[in-house]
């Protein structure tokens, strides 16, 4: 598949349980070779579009695609692994079983090798030991492995370093990095553990009571994470315009709390203290912030808008 093809692409796609919307008119193209990061609060809606892409709840409005196909999405599903919710894991069998068994269920009958080879990307022994005798962490793993059967181009996981400790963590990130470059899968990824997100993939979707709020690349958030200055004044008006003739180039965002957040004045914050004081703004609070990836979301669902200066 040619990099940048759609490997997911939905339009106005909505669901509702009873009467209640859960997705409202979610337009999205996801392309190959990416690795998507889903974010959202509980209740935004990532799941249910998981289970959209699975097959595993239907939408009740708009419409999607699978590698182009919107018709025969059963056949498309066949290119895709998913971990979603409870895996299905067999509590009597060993990993190595399981593995086997939805080899099969999926129409592939695996080798000693290749099972030996999925357990090992995940970081699991091949052991006798049946899974219910398994830590969370463990069964974890091996869901990520059964979604990985036959390496399909798309992977679509649920809160995948759910139960992980922070070196599994950092070997199923590795891993799923590994997996993109290596075979070109496309992978979208739903977590709560932000900052681990931020290490994985390479484009984010932000799901807000069942919108996409913002869809953002990686070098797109690290241009929003860049140095601002923050302002506070009872003038916001004089201070935009003379921003206006004085820097061109910076860009404003008013903040609910009513402070200014200024971007692009690089490193002239002594020339904006300058202006603002040769303009007799009086000023209430003048320093110099930066935010995480973790704080511009966080900012993007209070609702914080870019503000062109007047
Ligand atoms: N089977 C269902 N029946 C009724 N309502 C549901 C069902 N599944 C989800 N919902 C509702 O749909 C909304 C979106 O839920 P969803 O599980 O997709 O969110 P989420 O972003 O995955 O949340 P979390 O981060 O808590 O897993 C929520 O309000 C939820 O209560």
Partial sequence: MAQGTAVFECAQLGKKYQGRAALKDVSLTQRQGKIYGLIGE???GKTTLMKIIAGLAFPTGGTFALFGEAARLDAARQQCGFMIGSSGLN??????????????????????????????????????????????????????????IGYPAYLVLDEPVNGLDPLGIVEIRNMLRQLCGEKGMTILISSHNLPELF???????LLHHGKVLEEISLPELEMKCKKYARVRTDEPE?????????????????????????????????????LFHQKRILIEEFALKQDTP????????????????A
Avoid: W
């Fill in 294 to 309: 973790e704080q511009y979301f966080l900012s993007r669902m209070r609702g914080e808008n870019n503000v062109k200066p």
């Fill in 238 to 274: 004089r201070l935009l315009s003379a921003l206006k003739s004085a820097f061109p180039e910076a860009e404003a965002r008013q903040c609910p709390d009513g402070a200014i957040h200024i971007f692009n004045c690089g490193d002239r914050l002594t020339d904006l203290a300058g």
């Fill in 199 to 205: 290490q994985t993939a390479t484009d984010y979707i």
């Fill in 91 to 148: 509590a009597s069998m060993s990993a190595a079983e399981n593995i086997e068994l939805h080899g099969l269920i999926r129409g592939l009958k695996l080798t000693g090798p290749e099972v030996a080879e999925l357990l090992g990307r995940v970081g699991l022994e091949d052991t006798k030991k049946k899974v219910r005798g398994y830590s969370l962490g463990m069964k974890q793993r091996l869901g990520i492995a059964l979604a990985m």
């Fill in 42 to 44: 509980n209740g935004a």
